[in-house]
């Protein structure tokens, strides 16, 4: 078991410089809040989520996650406004180590170091936090997760390039960040699974041959368009899009 809790934003601060690294603070968009005016961002908690850069929130679409709620903590010398809630463990089915619902999941080029800030759901239990690669070739935790004080706590992985997949033991954990270093984006991926349902981009129209309901969202999570028809791109500004089918996994990101 390898697990260092971080005592002092000095320590954060060197974790968070090792590489390159990805970042996903669940206060800000597309998760807790969308722009400067705030609001609870839409994403969906009922089917996996992935966002552009890597997460996926996953579930089984039975047994779900609570959801992203308010809570101010500061972790570090970052306070923290939205906490994403798992409502309970994410089971796994023996022998497998792999979890089926309430789980973080990205993939990684090789050797990775995680910071997760995270909280007990309870006041009086310790939980523990469950990280397991693709193969199985690595199987460890995270234990003693507070129930008193949100806190940022490290795990290095030292693996190949996998799938990284963590989730909680049994019982709630509340999470307000995750980062990791040397993460693979799916993008392409997930574009040839949208591909395969019908949708793709031609430079100018989002293309919905199977007459799917389409949702299309800006980088920060405010909704642009929606349509069960191609989608013409003229009107938008220049930027970067995310197009979701609405009820599925999987998204695509377009450069306009």
Do not use: H
């Not at 998760?31 to 839409?42: E, I, L, P, R, Y």
């Not at 609570?66 to 022998?95: D, E, F, M």
């Amino acid at each position: 078991m390898k697990k260092t809790l971080l005592l002092s934003a000095f320590a954060f601060i060197a974790i968070l410089g090792l590489n390159a690294q990805t970042v996903w603070n669940f206060s800000n968009a597309p998760f807790g809040a969308v722009g400067a005016a705030g609001g609870t961002a839409v994403i969906p908690l009922t089917a996996n989520y992935t966002t552009p850069d890597g997460l996926t929130l996953g579930t089984d679409g039975t047994v779900l996650w609570t959801g992203l709620t308010a809570s101010a903590k500061t972790i570090g010398t970052t306070s923290y406004t939205y906490r994403l809630q798992t409502g309970g463990g994410g089971a796994n089915v023996l022998p497998s180590y792999l979890p089926v619902t309430r789980y973080l999941k990205f993939n990684v080029s090789g050797p990775s170091t995680f910071s997760i800030g995270m909280l007990s759901s309870s006041s009086t239990a310790t939980r523990t936090l469950i990280v397991v690669n693709a193969d199985q070739s690595v199987v460890d935790s995270i234990v003693n997760i507070s129930g008193t004080t949100a806190a940022a706590y490290t795990y290095n992985y030292t693996g190949a390039a996998s799938t990284i997949y963590l989730y909680s033991r049994a019982s709630g954990l509340n999470y307000y960040f995750l980062s990791a270093t040397n993460v693979v984006t799916t993008t392409s991926a997930v574009a040839e699974v949208l591909s395969d349902k019908g949708v793709s981009f031609n430079g100018t129209e989002i293309l919905n041959t199977k007459g799917l309901s389409l949702e299309v969202y800006s980088v920060l999570g405010k909704k642009v368009a929606t349509s069960m028809t191609n989608i013409p791109t003229a009107n938008f500004q220049k930027g970067v899009y995310i197009v979701r089918v609405s009820g599925l996994s999987g998204s695509l990101k377009i450069c306009i």
